[in-house]
């Protein structure tokens, strides 16, 4: 196949085609609908499609990326307010009934994973039609990952999910959602495993984010969250923990963490040194993970993103290869395994930074002893607050850890107005 030479430029090809189409009631009506034809038949404009689908998830303000740490960061106390002139964030930040529909934060989440679910859609489908199979399944596998993502987010931040893309949608618990993201992801790692995907397509995409590992660890991901702990399980098995697969940034494309907040020091920062955790999940002040994650300054505030948020350039991890070792660790102490659960956890716990593919290591001493079941929890819990900082989970990991809601400041969010007004569907929002 010819050399298409389109990564993020080709972004564009789709910018009447597909931007145009969004409306919050998730009717997507074309108005260029000959063009979009085009685009859609061809390798060309589904690669275009495909790679705005990671810009859609990561660029800027709008992008799921930041919106997801954000609207997390604030209600788990990750990350403090510091212009309450940001009333998106102030909201956030003040939690239980100060946080309505009106709250853009929540908007750009919902309403750019829905958009992320019908692009994706449309490539998953047309690419099927492609003679050239291996590239093909590139694209497939590509977009599924995205369209997994935006369905496991707002499966994490709201109680109820949209069934699908179109009028007066109806929807489906959040459980159904995150068994709904494991669909798309078997139907990709069946089709690369007919039709392994071409360099041809690998070169066409942003360089950083490795496929299979990638449809492995969401799978896991999203059948933990499910309960499925069988199936978290063998899926965090057939990832490979040497590998990375992130998103890449660089002086065009920032990286927006660092965009948004870091360079500005106007909107958050990391709540203290303790990435907000209290009482007996206090970090060890030896954890190395807490110099990774936080930085200090001589001036307020003294405690300041550094990680994945460091610079502009910094890529940030789809997953992290330690999320995937906590996976196996708390499957274990649920069924209850408990020596391999503290086998597991203990990887975490003495893992350096030289022995992680992201530089992320507590370099602490194994644990020793006799643990039960819910110490082996509650230790994963923490750590998994430390590994994972901004990454977005948390508030996830609260719940499913039943840790008290005074604790957070939502369980929930309410639904954006503007699906409200337009889907007549939409579920009553939850009291917290």
């Known amino acids: 196949m010819k050399t298409i030479n389109i990564k993020y430029s080709a972004f564009l090809v789709m910018v009447t085609a597909s931007s145009m189409l969004f409306s919050c009631k998730k009717e997507y009506k074309d108005p260029n609908g000959a063009i979009a034809a085009d685009v859609l038949a061809s390798s060309k404009g589904l690669t275009g499609v495909s790679v705005g689908l990671q810009r859609v998830y990561t660029v800027s303000r709008p ?30 930040s003040t939690g239980g009934s100060a946080v309505d529909g009106t709250n853009s934060i929540l908007l750009n989440l919902w309403a750019n994973a829905n958009k992320i679910v019908y692009d994706s859609d449309n490539v998953i489908t047309n690419a099927a039609n492609l003679a050239d199979k291996n590239y093909a399944a590139g694209l497939i596998a590509y977009s599924s990952i995205f369209k997994a993502l935006a369905i496991g987010n707002m499966s994490q931040f709201w109680e109820k999910v949209p069934s699908g893309i179109g009028s007066n949608v109806t929807f489906i618990t959040r459980v159904e959602g995150f068994n709904k993201a494991i669909s798309v992801i078997d139907n990709a790692i069946s089709v690369i495993a007919a039709n392994p995907v071409s360099a041809t397509f690998l070169a066409q995409i942003p360089a950083g984010l490795d496929i299979t590992n990638t449809l492995y660890a969401l799978k896991a991901r999203y059948a933990l969250f499910a309960g499925n702990y069988p199936l978290a399980l063998a899926a965090a098995n057939q990832v490979d923990l040497t590998k990375r697969s992130a998103f890449n940034f660089d002086a065009i494309t920032l990286n927006p963490i660092f965009e948004v907040a870091t360079s500005t020091n106007n909107v958050f920062q990391p709540t203290n040194a303790n990435l907000g955790l209290t009482g007996s999940f206090t970090p060890d002040p030896a954890d190395k993970r807490i110099p990774f994650y936080t930085s200090t300054a001589v001036i307020a505030p003294a405690v300041r993103i550094s990680g994945f948020g460091a610079a502009a350039s910094t890529a940030f991890p789809i997953y992290l290869p330690g999320e995937i070792t906590l996976i196996k660790a708390e499957v274990y102490a649920r069924q209850p395994d408990l020596p391999n659960a503290l086998t597991e956890l203990n990887k975490i716990i003495t893992k350096t930074a030289a022995g992680d593919p992201f530089g992320v290591g507590a370099a602490l001493p194994a644990l020793t002893g006799s643990y039960s079941q819910q110490q082996l929890l509650d230790l994963i819990y923490q750590n998994r607050c430390i590994e994972l900082y901004m990454s977005g989970l948390k508030l996830e990991d609260m719940r499913r850890f039943a840790r008290p809601t005074s604790e957070r400041k939502r369980n929930f969010f309410p639904y954006p107005f503007q699906e409200r007004d337009n889907n007549s569907n939409t579920p009553a929002d939850p009291s917290f």
């Open 63 to 92: 992008g799921l990326l930041f919106n997801s740490i954000a609207a997390n960061g604030f209600v788990t106390n990750e990350v403090f307010l510091l212009n309450s002139g940001n009333i998106p964030e102030l909201q956030l």
